[in-house]
Nanobody, 125 residues
């Protein structure tokens, strides 16, 4: 399984970025897919994710209303549109996927077997 994330970069506060994650080696359309992030000196935290059916989206409270997760099953690609970025959004963002994750554990990093390499998002004030 490979998860290739891209799209990170440096942006000013209030700006936008879109992250992409191309997945291979897993059944994308029936896997739980999502994003986690880890800021310097902090624990890795859940950002957003899709249920296995793809019909339900979940968000961390800190990003609700600003971030939107989406997916293109035809391209095996997951996206994270990030708007109104804040300096506290600065982190390495990781794409995750796993066909065995259940709804109750979508927000747990330990539930996922497959992780992308991470892409750095830096938001300047």
């Amino acid at each position: 399984v490979q998860l290739q994330a891209s799209g990170g970069g440096l942006v000013q506060a209030g700006g936008s970025l879109r992250l992409s994650c191309v997945a291979s080696g897993l059944t994308f359309r029936t896997s739980v897919m999502g994003w986690f992030r880890q800021a310097p000196g902090k624990e890795r935290e859940f950002v957003a994710g899709f249920s296995r059916s793809g019909n339900t989206q979940y968000y961390a409270d800190s990003v609700k209303g600003r971030f939107t997760i989406s997916r293109d099953n035809a391209k095996n690609t997951l996206y994270l549109q990030m708007n109104s970025l804040k300096p506290e959004d600065t982190a390495v963002y990781y794409c995750v996927g796993d066909p065995t994750v259940i709804t109750s554990t979508i927000g747990l990093s330990s539930a996922y077997h497959y992780w992308g390499q991470g892409t750095l998002v830096t938001v300047s004030s």
